[in-house]
C-alpha cells in the first residue's frame, strides 16, 4: 500500500509536468526555513496557559502598577515630542533646499 500511494503521488506531480527530484530540490531551502520559523512557535504553544501573571497582581496590590504606567508614558511621550520636533526640522530643511 505504501509504494501504491507513493507512485500515485509522484504520478500526481508528474502529469503536472513535475519532476519529484526537481520539485524537492527547490523546495527543500523553503521547507527548512518554514520548519525553522515554525518549531519555536509550536514550543511556545505547547506551553501551560498560565492563569494571571503573579507580577502584575503584586504591583497592583501594591499600588505600583500605576506608577509603571506613569513611567511608560513619560517616555512614549517624550519620544513623540522628539519625533514632532525631529519632523519640524526636516520639513524647515527641506523647504530650505527646495527654495534654493
Known amino acids: ?6 507512485s ?3 504520478g500526481v506531480l508528474e502529469s503536472w509536468g513535475l519532476k519529484s527530484k526537481v520539485l524537492f530540490t527547490k ?3 523553503a521547507l527548512l526555513l518554514v520548519l ?3 518549531l519555536p512557535v509550536w514550543h511556545a504553544v505547547a506551553q501551560p496557559a498560565a492563569n494571571a501573571p503573579e507580577m502584575a497582581d503584586t504591583l497592583r496590590q501594591d499600588g505600583k502598577i ?3 504606567v506613569a513611567v511608560i508614558a513619560v517616555v512614549l511621550a517624550g519620544l513623540l515630542a522628539y519625533l514632532v520636533s525631529l519632523d519640524r526640522k526636516l520639513t524647515r530643511l527641506e523647504k530650505e533646499v527646495h527654495n534654493r
Do not use: A, F
Open 36 to 38: 525553522g520559523l515554525l
Open 66 to 68: 500605576y506608577v509603571v
Open 8 to 10: 500515485w503521488g509522484l
Open 27 to 29: 523546495t527543500k531551502p
Open 1 to 6: 500500500m505504501k509504494n501504491s500511494l507513493r
